[in-house]
């Protein structure tokens, strides 16, 4: 499976910031749209990530309050991306060993979409569920022996 069939099934909802907003806007995007994450953006083209792990970094800082800082401050700015043509394992790997959460996907420049870890476990057990059944109604449909001689 690849990463492209997972944004197929995620569908186009995706959620971006710029570098100079304040991290306050961004957390209530965050919030508003109960996600773990925004994608930053630059003049079209993908600068950083900022996560729920971010923010709770920034608030554990300033003793329970967001601040009055940029998200350029605080976005990690050297984030791992993949292509839609990744396969999902090589995303699984990618994502435990970086210790990432969000993904962006990026197509060249061009940035396709965001993949959570959620997403990764939601499409591999829908994938395993599929295969399952498929191969119960294969056993189920075995023919006796003898039958076909």
Known sequence: MKVS?????????????TPDESLLDAVNVMAERDIGS???LELGEL?????????????QENRGTVGLDTVRKHMNDQPITITPDTEVNEVRRLMLEHHARYVPVMNAKVLQGVISFYDVAKAVLEAQSFENKM???????????????
């Open 5 to 17: 069939e997972i944004l197929e099934v995620k569908g186009a909802g995706l959620y971006t910031v």
């Open 38 to 40: 925004v994608a930053v």
């Open 47 to 59: 600068v950083g990530m900022l996560t729920f792990r971010e923010v709770i970094k920034v608030i």
């Open 135 to 149: 191969l119960k109604a294969y056993i189920r449909d075995w023919p006796a022996e003898g039958e076909n001689e």
